[in-house]
């Protein structure tokens, strides 16, 4: 019985995958923890295709809304999830990494002294020549004329003013500066979902 289900499965990965009309690889699957909130909004926590069925078969997972696409074998017949829920909770951690990426996430990917957008590096508040660490609380974005600017100077010796002083995020306040960056393409069944900083329709 088990090996006939493992020949299904196959059949089933198979079929989707060798039909190019289907496009299924731009059928990600929202993945919601047990209590139904998303794993991550930035980035938005997504599966791909084959990923959210094999954890359907594995029982990890209840599907919660699917495309209208579906993959075929010769038993089977079945829709592609677009929305999961995780069976059992995953607990967040209470802090995040200590990334370039989270860093920037944090600082709203802008510069902490003039608030553009581009080119941006990393500073040290306080240079490390004056001891001032590689940690949260002391490093900020930058652009680089900005960094080029401020060189190994305080900001108050290269007269420049940080726009938020650096601090250690909690996992939560990384995912609600997330919520402010919504990716291009959302799905209509991943809408009620998500929350995102964004207007919504009259």
Known sequence: MF?????????????????????LESCPALVLNADYTPLSYYPLSLWPWQTAIKAVFLERVDIVAT?????????????????????????????????????FLRDRFSCQYCGVQKDLTYDHVVPRRQGGKTTWENIAT???????????RTPKE???HLQYQPIRPTS??????????????????????????????A
């Open 172 to 201: 939560w306040q990384l995912q609600q500066q997330g919520k402010s960056f919504p990716p291009n393409f959302l799905h209509e069944t991943w809408r009620d979902w998500l929350y995102w900083d964004i207007e919504l329709e």
């Open 67 to 103: 495309y209208d696409r579906a993959v075929h074998s010769q038993s089977l017949d079945m829709k592609v999830p677009s929305v999961i829920a995780l069976r059992q909770y995953v607990k967040p951690s209470q802090f995040p990494a200590f990334t370039r990426f989270n860093l």
């Open 158 to 160: 290269a007269g420049m």
């Open 142 to 152: 930058a652009c680089a004329p900005c960094n080029m600017k401020k060189g190994g």
């Open 3 to 23: 090996k006939t289900e493992l020949i299904e499965r196959a059949a089933v990965f198979r079929s989707a995958h060798e039909d190019p009309h289907r496009r």
